[in-house]
């Protein structure tokens, strides 16, 4: 298989192939304008050369064709080597009364006495003469005799001319298009320099090494939007190689707890004979640690279908209705800790049903979790504008301000031995966040250090007439 071309060359051949064909184009149409031209000027130079012949004989004022002084007619056409002149009787055939300049041969025995009619006519033979004939008729007035004047133009000084042309051109051209094809190919890969930049950077990424970017201040405009899209690439790519790795160590570091329990507790279970009562106590710790793990994993599979979910699952939601379904599933908690809850206001989205209960259930089951006894626990749906807002507000201890901006991330927990102790596991909140986020909309949290802690979700709202 054949290594495709380089684009420096593919430029370079397609400018080439277009310059070589405009400079062909060219020197045909100068050769046609010259050639053209050439045959205007001869034409002109004829037609004012017989008329000053035409002239000169008439106003001598000759009796009979016999007086026509041929000296005369020489002065005229003596400087132009080129011409020739032929004087005829118009009346009678034959050979002409007389000539001036050297006549070629063909031409003479081509041309006849006897013409009736003025014009111009080219004549070609197999001599390779090439002439140009003019012929006009004029009466003597004293004697009433018509005489015709044959002009020949000799044109061998214009085809040698186009000649030459024609061999200087043949013998430029291709000089010319080898100059057009280097110079195309320079230019193609000077222009194309600024791509070993990108090639330097791409060549050097590495999921250990995100830091390079491309400087934009040099490069030209149109590489300028594609180096902003690589940065902003890189940027994105270096931020999710980051979580990555924070989820895995995060990630290994919730698992190695309950695998270190689960292997201890059973390894000092088996270190000796224990009674029915001790190995059902070890297992029930077993269980407790193998369904924090199961949490865990049911928690990130969520996670990472919420990330991949299909848009096309969104329908219209009332947020009121959303809010009180989980409400219901969430009294009888609330009552054992004497938590009121209520709904107030509502608006419509545009979202997916599950996880918009999935997210308005994680914000209240934190909310439950964390307010006093004989507490209030509200929910207020607020529409402003195109947007839609949910508040889930207690009145429990608030959350430190170090801690505002990372508690949305996975596994960030603010007590962790507390929220341990209580059954989190630092899922909650991130998954609050990429569900808002796959609905387009934000989760932001206001705090004190005494309370209250309220939970705001930022939906774009759709309108029902």
């Given amino acids: 298989m054949s290594k495709p071309l380089s684009l420096s060359l593919r430029i370079g051949l397609s400018v080439s192939i ?35 012949i035409e002239h000169s004989v008439l106003e001598a004022g000759p009796a009979s064709i016999d007086e026509i002084d041929p ?36 031409i003479e025995n081509t041309i006849s006495c006897n013409k009736n009619s003025d014009f111009y006519q080219k004549h070609f033979d197999k001599s390779g003469v090439n002439s140009l004939v003019a012929h006009t008729s004029i009466r003597i007035p004293v004697s009433g005799e018509a005489i015709r004047l044959i002009l020949i133009s000799d044109r061998a000084e214009d085809l040698y001319l186009l000649a030459a042309y024609r061999k200087s051109t043949l013998i430029a051209i291709p000089i010319f298009l080898i100059i057009i094809g280097m110079g195309a190919w320079w230019i193609a890969k000077r222009g194309l320099a600024p791509l070993n930049t990108f090639r330097s950077l791409t060549s050097a990424v590495t999921t250990s090494e995100l830091k390079g970017r491309i400087e934009c201040q040099d490069l030209p405009f149109e590489l300028n939007e594609l180096a902003d899209s690589v940065n902003l690439m890189l940027e994105r790519l270096e931020d999710g190689v980051k979580q990555l790795a924070d989820f895995s160590d995060n990630l290994a570091h919730e698992l190695r707890s309950p695998i270190t329990n689960l292997m201890g507790k059973a390894q000092v279970a ?98 439950i979790r964390h307010a006093p006894v004989d507490s209030s626990v509200p929910i207020e749906i607020i529409s402003q504008s195109n947007q839609a807002f949910l508040s889930i507000s207690n009145s429990g201890p608030g959350i430190p301000t ?32 990429t569900i808002m986020e796959f609905h387009h909309g934000t989760v932001t949290v206001e705090s004190d250090i005494q309370g209250p802690t309220k939970f705001t979700l930022t939906f774009r709202k759709i309108n029902h007439d």
């Fill in 270 to 367: 088996l270190s000796k004979n224990r009674t029915s009562d001790q190995y059902k106590e070890t297992l029930e710790s077993c269980v407790e640690e193998l369904e924090r793990v199961s949490r865990i994993v049911s928690d990130m599979l969520y996670l990472a279908q919420t990330t991949q979910a299909d848009s096309a699952a969104s329908e219209s939601l009332s947020l009121n209705k959303e809010a009180n379904h989980i409400v219901n599933l969430f009294n009888a908690i609330a009552e054992e800790k004497r938590v009121r809850l209520s709904v107030v206001g509502d608006d419509f989205i545009l979202g997916d049903k599950l996880m918009i209960q999935r997210a308005i259930s994680n914000l209240l089951s934190n909310a």
């Fill in 71 to 106: 000296h005369m007619v020489d002065d005229l056409i003596s400087g132009h080597t080129d011409m020739s002149l032929m004087v005829c009787n118009a009346e009678l055939s034959g050979s002409p009364i007389f000539t001036v300049g050297l006549i070629p041969a063909a």
């Fill in 402 to 433: 170090q801690h505002l901006h990372k508690i949305f991330e996975r596994f960030y927990r603010v007590d962790s031995g507390r929220s341990r102790a209580e059954g989190g596991i630092g899922l909650g909140l991130a998954m609050v966040r």
């Fill in 18 to 52: 277009m310059g070589s064909a405009l400079v062909v184009l060219i020197f045909s149409q100068s050769w046609f304008t010259l050639r053209t031209q050439l045959e205007v000027i001869a034409e002109s130079k004829l037609a004012q050369k017989l008329g000053q």
